[in-house]
T-cell receptor, first 117, second 112 residues
Framework: GAVVSQHPSRVICKSGTSVKIECRSLDFQATTMFWYRQFPKQSLMLMATSNEGSKATYEQGVEKDKFLINHASLTLSTLTVTSAHPEDSSFYIC?????????????FGPGTRLTVL | AQSVTQLGSHVSVSEGALVLLRCNYSSSVPPYLFWYVQYPNQGLQLLLKYTSAATLVKGINGFEAEFKKSETSFHLTKPSAHMSDAAEYFCAVSVTGNQFYFGTGTSLTVIP
């Protein structure tokens, strides 16, 4: 199956600092990647759609200046949480869209646990 | 618009018993349907997906799901639960393969 990695798996930072999370598709090229946020015992909330070579599309209510997304290559998308605050603490999951003859499928990374002190 | 409803946020079954996790969807056009499993502090792993081919879809770890258009359902089943099946399960619907709409999840507990 397709493999998507995320780095780091866990990060703890001080309030006011910025944190970058990487999402890589290891064995396929992904023109589209997605960033989700998951609160404890809740479902995934789509934050933004990342398209290679163009600006990301943000969901309503997500601050694009706070959550910077860069999709510089077909295998890498990054999410930078700028000036992080404790309320940004969450589990961030990325996925990469793989196009196939039997339709498209999203493959998910293992997630990044962000804790802002 | 698309949406997914998962009935039962918590399901408990005995080891060896049938697992049935319910998912109903709403879509104005023929959808793609997915089941994902999530273990604690991990991402989502694809169990199976329906893409308008066979209505009975077999996935990994002995799971299968049946697409029933008349009932707008895509319930997940496994004949015999194993302790390692304890996890959170998410049903998802997509039309374009781009935007996914997830259900709220069902936590499966397997009782020894």
């Amino acid at each position: 199956g397709a493999v998507v990695s995320q780095h780091p798996s866990r990060v703890i930072c001080k309030s006011g600092t910025s944190v970058k999370i990487e999402c890589r598709s290891l064995d396929f090229q992904a023109t589209t990647m997605f960033w989700y946020r998951q609160f404890p015992k809740q479902s995934l909330m789509l934050m933004a759609t990342s398209n290679e070579g163009s600006k990301a599309t943000y969901e309503q209510g997500v601050e694009k200046d706070k959550f910077l997304i860069n999709h510089a290559s077909l295998t890498l998308s990054t999410l930078t949480v700028t000036s992080a605050h404790p309320e940004d603490s969450s589990f961030y999951i990325c996925s990469a869209r793989r196009t196939g003859r039997k339709g498209d499928t999203q493959y998910f990374g293992p997630g990044t646990r962000l804790t802002v002190l | 618009a698309q949406s997914v409803t998962q009935l039962g946020s918590h399901v408990s079954v005995s080891e060896g018993a049938l697992v049935l996790l319910r998912c109903n969807y709403s879509s104005s056009v023929p959808p793609y349907l997915f089941w994902y499993v999530q273990y604690p502090n991990q991402g989502l792993q694809l169990l199976l997906k329906y893409t308008s081919a066979a209505t009975l879809v077999k996935g990994i770890n002995g799971f299968e799901a049946e697409f029933k258009k008349s009932e707008t359902s895509f319930h997940l089943t496994k004949p015999s639960a194993h302790m390692s099946d304890a996890a959170e399960y998410f049903c998802a619907v997509s039309v374009t393969g781009n935007q996914f709409y997830f259900g709220t999840g069902t936590s499966l507990t397997v009782i020894p």
